[in-house]
């Protein structure tokens, strides 16, 4: 049964202090991860997809990197508006259901 | 690219009424579309997986005959709520996969807030 693991379950950041978010998991075959940002009240905001270890991509202040275990989203610098929540999921080996993380609810104070 | 909208955005009805939820890909085919629910501060619950065409796969514990799924082409799926009860208040989002053989990538849709009273 695949399994994604996230911490911190919450984050408080200064405006400009760059921190990480983890992502771990457990999979039979690794077919992708995606990371997603959601707003309240809002459905989740695709950001990226990695497949493979050592693969990185960038987006503004976002960066995300993948181990053969973890995930990581790296933010730097960041802005009040980078408040909100950060999903982690894995497709099955179907490759259609996703198994997300607990998520990591982020907030950058001004 | 790769939009999803849902409507309503939110809505109100009374207990024992039906409400039917519209989720679209604009600007692509969506060959699987999915349903979830979302209650404060939890992660998604995967409700359904409708595939263009043919019946819904409701996960384990959802009522199949109390969310009516239904695909009828590669750019809408709806889910009907019938006979509404307040503990089905939630946050209903669909997402919808382009469905090619190696991108399993779902986007989601704004999600509906729906409220029974």
């Known amino acids: 049964e695949d399994q994604v693991t996230q911490s911190p379950e919450a984050l408080r950041l200064q405006e400009g202090e760059s921190s990480s978010l983890n992502c771990s998991y457990t999979v039979s075959g690794l077919r992708g991860l995606f990371w997603y940002r959601q707003d309240p009240g809002k459905g989740p905001e695709f950001l990226f997809t990695?497949?493979?270890a050592g693969e990185e991509k960038e987006k503004e202040r976002l960066k995300a990197t993948l181990t053969k275990k973890e995930s990581f989203l790296h933010i730097t610098a960041p802005k009040p508006e980078d408040s909100a929540t950060y999903l982690c999921?894995?497709?099955?080996?179907?490759?259609?259901?996703?198994?997300f993380g607990e998520g990591t609810q982020l907030t950058v104070n001004p | 690219g790769a939009v999803v909208s849902q409507h309503p955005s939110w809505v109100i009805c009374k207990s024992g009424t039906s409400v039917k939820i519209e989720c679209r890909s604009l600007d692509f085919q969506a060959t699987t579309m999915f349903w979830y629910r979302q209650f404060p501060k939890q992660s998604l619950m995967l409700m359904a997986t409708?595939?263009?065409?043919?019946?819904?796969?409701?996960e384990q514990g959802v009522e199949k005959d109390k969310f009516l799924i239904n695909h009828a082409s590669l750019t809408l799926s709806t889910l009907t709520v019938t006979s509404a009860h307040p503990e089905d208040s939630s946050f209903y989002i669909c997402s919808a996969n382009p469905g090619t053989s190696v991108n399993y990538e779902q986007y989601f849709g704004p999600g509906t807030r729906l409220t029974v009273t």
């Open positions: 990695l497949y493979s």
């Open positions: 409708s595939n263009e065409g043919s019946k819904a796969t409701y």
């Open positions: 999921a894995v497709p099955g080996a179907s490759g259609s259901r996703l198994t």
